[in-house]
């Protein structure tokens, strides 16, 4: 008897956790565009001496977003690594911390590989083309999930344009102290 009460008791425990677990409200991931443009803030750079062309590059890059989504009018700050072999292609990643005016921030892993292609002139025509994916927030952006394709497109020898565009599902956020 003291057996299938038990039994019993955790059927109807686990009857009413699936119908709770079956009635909480799922959030719909959301598309989301941002594109900036990156100014360099500090940089390190290593030119291979032999006849490579090969180059690895840390830089630190700011600038500010916009477009659509919970990520667009942030502070963007690129932390990346670009390991390039001019003219053949390369494997640039890092990392982009995206701050709202309030001080939340959201965190975004990248990665991309580069591919050199004959461009219309006959010169070598760079195309970077890559993914992301949220790592880490603070703030109204705790929970936050997402991921997409990332584009990056030179606008002078120094700065780059970023176009990230994916889906994002938000998360319950944090409430401030």
Known sequence: MKRRTL???LLMAISVLTCLGATVPTVAAAPMK??????PRD??????ADASKHFVMMVKREGKSIGSGPLAGTAVTEY???DIVRGVGGDPSGYLVFT???GD???????VRAVFVPGPDGNP????????????STGKFKGLQG????????????????ILEGQLVPGGGEAKK
């Open 7 to 9: 039994k019993h008791r």
């Open 43 to 48: 940089q390190i750079r290593l030119d291979f």
């Open 125 to 136: 025509m760079l195309l970077d083309n890559g993914i992301w994916e949220v790592v880490g």
């Open 34 to 39: 941002v594109e900036f443009v990156v100014t």
């Open 105 to 111: 921030i959201a965190y975004v892993k990248w990665l």
């Open 80 to 82: 990346g690594r670009h």
């Open 100 to 102: 709202a005016p309030d």
């Open 147 to 162: 991921a997409g394709i990332l584009r990056i497109e030179p606008v002078s020898q120094t700065e780059r344009r970023f």
